[in-house]
């Protein structure tokens, strides 16, 4: 395993870097899957029915019959699961595309920083603008999912910043 060794001093303006596509895609793909057990573990711990998120994401493809639906539906979770882990792999790229150019994988910190601050844009993305035209995600405001959203931005950012390889 290589250990990389970032300087002390960079640079955090804007400079022509590719981010790492493959990584980015990983990283927001396993930063979705660890939102959707928060939301999971929030669901149960609040006495929510656990099955209410998928519908609610499911409905984004499905239509507004899907709320309808009580309890557990195969169809409905397929659908919210290809939704929740498309969806976080293009956020992965959105992040990916944001930590290279200006080189905030310098460090742990920065990189969590701007994870958490990215988690937390994309809460509000989601849950106040993508709600003005889908107005059942409103339901899912509140200091839960925002916990989410940061952690899945955490996540993302950690993980790019461990997986990224060298640009030559």
Do not use: C
Not at 108 to 118: D, P
Not at 134 to 162: C, D, K, N, P, S
Request: charged content about 10%; glycine content about 10%; aromatic content about 12%.
């Amino acid at each position: 395993m290589e250990l990389r060794m970032k300087p002390l001093l960079v640079s955090h303006r804007w400079v022509a870097r590719e981010p790492d596509w493959t990584v980015a895609a990983i990283a927001g793909f396993g930063a979705g899957g660890i939102l959707m057990l928060l939301e999971l573990l929030f669901a149960t711990a609040t006495g929510v029915d656990p099955w209410r998120t998928p519908r609610l994401i499911a409905a984004m493809v499905l239509g507004d019959p899907v709320l309808q639906v009580q309890g557990y539906n195969l169809s409905v979770l397929i659908a919210a699961l290809v939704i929740h882990y498309v969806l976080g792999i293009v956020f992965g790229f959105v992040l990916g595309a944001l930590i290279a150019p200006f080189h905030l994988d310098s460090s742990i910190a920065l990189v969590l920083a701007t994870g958490a601050v990215f988690g937390a844009v994309l809460y509000l993305f989601n849950f106040y603008v993508v709600a003005s035209a889908l107005a059942w995600f409103i339901e899912l405001r509140g200091w839960t999912t925002l916990l989410g959203h940061v952690v899945f931005g955490m996540v993302a950012a950690f993980v790019y910043r461990q997986l990224e390889r060298p640009t030559g």
